[in-house]
């Protein structure tokens, strides 16, 4: 088979790795993709020219190329219809219809579906205009998160100690559009959660729910969870504080009521569900749901799958998820992502600077570099091109295993201006061996 994968970051590179392992796979084509994205197992790997926002470009490349089957990264091209765009032309594509979509694209949408399908959630109140967002922030005594209701790159969520923060976050989103037009034209007010955090990716076709192995990401820009939230600056799987009878909890209370109700609504979800989870102490509440895979999650989630991903998202697409109900291999060994950012990042960050230490990390045993924003210069050498420039991931007999050999292979790698947090994966050790029973 000729597949294409849509994105350039690390995710998509994790996932063209992976799908390159596959036996039935011949060529798996990155648009646009990156520095890292050529070569990989068996050389199948190849860059290709592509804006993913282009769905005629898209047609047009897989009509040129005989792709037999796409997967979708990233929520922008989700959101804007892409499935439906290559659906009409008779591609086999992984990903949700835009209509479904709207479980990340709009926060409104998300929000009243959970309220509707009593998925919990902290409590909020939609807002549609700056003057009523401030009376409503002054008439609360908890702290509060506020959200814009559009796609912000993951920027359009601002978490308040205070009623003058929240006033300021309104204006930000509402008044002075920093996130984008039309993104706040209305926000989400809701209540701040306390505790730690989990991500849930599960495959969902037709009524089958398939979830992955649990992940823990780390959002905040510096170590202790200090700083504005980014993309995410690392991940680690399987994330321990997630016991079986946990995620049976979040599987009966989460997932199900919401693929259901999605149903009912008449918008079936198919493809990757990814829901943010708090660990309350009242037990796990909803953040967010995203329509797509998580960066960097993906990168130590399928670092231990051991299942044929092309199987797994052909049975979504094909609506035959039953046949690996149970039947998903793992490496039960942990694997941990660290991330290494631009100077700057989630703010402003130079690009174009060059990168050092890749071939040493590339001769490492159980790591592997993904590459994010990276791209080539006018020489070929590799530099930074992104926010979130590489994803070392590494898998251990331990958690501490891992972490270890991830942190040497990034102590190898040099970027000016490069930076990352060192205590990815810590929760972990707290809670655990980090070998999974
Ligand atoms: P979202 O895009 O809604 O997931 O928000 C991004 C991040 O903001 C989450 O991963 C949390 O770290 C934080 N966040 C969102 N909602 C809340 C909340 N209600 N309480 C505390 N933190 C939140
Ligand atoms: N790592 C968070 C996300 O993918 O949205």
């Known amino acids: 088979m000729r597949v294409l994968v849509i994105g ?53 490349l897989c009509r040129n190329e005989n792709i037999d089957f796409v997967v979708v990264g990233p929520e922008d091209p989700l959101a804007a219809g892409i499935v439906d765009a290559l659906q009409s032309e008779k591609i086999r594509v992984f990903g949700p219809t835009k209509a479904a979509a709207q479980l990340e694209a ?6 009243t579906l959970m309220r509707e399908a009593l998925v919990p959630t902290a409590d909020f109140q939609v807002c549609d205009h700056p003057q009523i967002a401030r009376n409503y922030i002054d008439s609360q005594i908890e702290s509060l998160v506020i959200k814009a209701d559009g796609l912000a790159a993951g920027k359009g969520v601002i978490v308040c100690d205070n009623a003058e923060d929240a006033r300021r976050a309104v204006d930000r989103i509402m008044v ?43 959002k905040a820009v510096f170590d202790g969870d200090k700083g504005p939230n980014t993309g995410g600056m690392g991940a680690y799987s ?38 943010g989870i708090m660990l309350c102490p009242q037990g796990p509440k909803v953040l967010e749901f995203n329509c797509r895979l998580g960066d960097p999650e993906t990168q130590p989630v399928l ?23 149970d039947r998903v291999e793992w490496d039960p060994r942990p694997s941990v992502c660290v991330v290494l950012a631009s100077q700057g990042y989630p703010g402003n960050y130079p690009k174009g600077i060059p990168i050092y230490g890749l071939a040493e990390t590339a001769k490492l045993q159980n790591v592997h570099v993904f590459h994010a924003g990276t791209s080539k210069d006018h020489r070929g050498e590799v530099v930074t091109d992104g926010g979130r420039v590489l994803g070392i991931t ?37 809670t655990g061996t980090g070998r999974q029973t």
């Open 8 to 60: 350039r970051g690390g995710r998509e590179h994790a996932l063209a790795w992976k799908l390159a392992c596959s036996n039935r796979c011949k060529r798996v084509f990155v648009g646009p993709g990156n520095a890292g994205t050529i070569g990989g197992p068996g050389g199948k790997i190849v860059p290709i020219s592509l804006d993913p926002m282009d769905f005629a470009a898209c047609v047009r």
């Open 106 to 111: 709009s926060k409104v949408f998300s929000k």
């Open 176 to 218: 002075r559009e920093e996130f984008g037009q039309g993104v706040g034209r209305k926000i989400i007010i809701e209540r701040r959660l306390q505790g730690q955090e989990l991500s849930l990716l599960a495959l969902v076709s037709g009524r089958c729910i398939l979830r992955l192995e649990a992940a823990q990401d780390h």
């Open 238 to 275: 399987p994330a321990l504080q997630a016991s079986p009878e946990l995620l049976e909890k979040i599987d009966e209370e989460v997932f199900v009521p919401t693929v259901h109700t999605m149903k009912r609504r008449r918008i079936p979800y198919k493809g990757c569900l990814y829901a």
């Open 303 to 325: 670092m231990r799958l051991k299942t044929d991903l092309l199987d797994l998202l052909e049975a979504v697409v094909d609506e035959r998820l039953e046949e690996f109900a």
């Open 394 to 430: 590494a898998i251990g007999d331990t958690i501490e295993m891992a972490r270890k050999r991830a942190y040497e292979a990034a102590s190898l790698i040099r970027f000016t201006g490069m930076q990352m947090r060192t205590d990815i994966g810590k929760k972990a050790l707290a």
